[in-house]
């Protein structure tokens, strides 16, 4: 029992500098790219929060992904000023993450969603965040001031991506607003 332990405990050591050392890179290659960059070492995870243009993702994504780091969660949500806040969670457990990577980016591309942007339009849901932990399911968050839009404009939408299928609403939630009754909701698709 002892022996194991010492054994678990020297591998351990011996692995920190490296995953150190790849947070660093991958830190240096994401500020190269995005400007500040907000890290943060989490306890199974190093997490990386930024903001940048949607046409990037797919870009942020690659590079996080390296390095012997491999990608575990990605969430993009629309700013104000039209840019995305992205937090992108690595660690050194391998997956096959990274042939999401292109779907998920197509997903988040300009004109195949529409992203909150000011006040809630009558006539269609919008979207606020998208994230994955890229298994098998995708999770759109969004508001409307109309719960059947989710069906009626929404779900049309995620048909036309080809990229998500069997969308279902998982949850939606009323708040009275300035500008009315605002259903905050979640839409769980697969890959």
Known sequence: MKKSAYILVT????????????????LA???????????????????????????????ALNLANSNDMYVQY???SAREDGKAAIII????????ASRHFATFSN??????FTWKSGKVPENMAVLTTVETSFD???????????????????????????????PFFS???????????????TVLCQW
């Open 107 to 112: 997903i988040l591309r300009p004109g195949m």
């Open 29 to 59: 290659n994401l500020s190269d790219k995005f400007g500040q960059i907000s890290h943060r070492d989490l306890e199974t995870h190093q997490e990386f929060v930024f903001s940048g243009e949607f046409t990037d993702i797919e870009h």
């Open 11 to 26: 591998v351990l050591l011996l692995t920190m500098p490296f995953i150190a050392n790849a947070n660093e890179i991958i």
């Open 89 to 96: 969670r690595v660690s050194p457990t391998r997956n096959d």
């Open 136 to 166: 098998n399911s995708v999770s759109l968050q969004g508001l409307t001031l109309k719960s059947s839009l989710i069906f009626s404009h929404l779900f049309p939408l995620i048909e036309r991506t080809g990229e998500l299928r069997d």
């Open 74 to 76: 990605a969430s993009v």
């Open 171 to 185: 949850r939606g939630s009323y708040s009275d607003t300035k500008a009315g009754r605002v259903m905050d909701f």
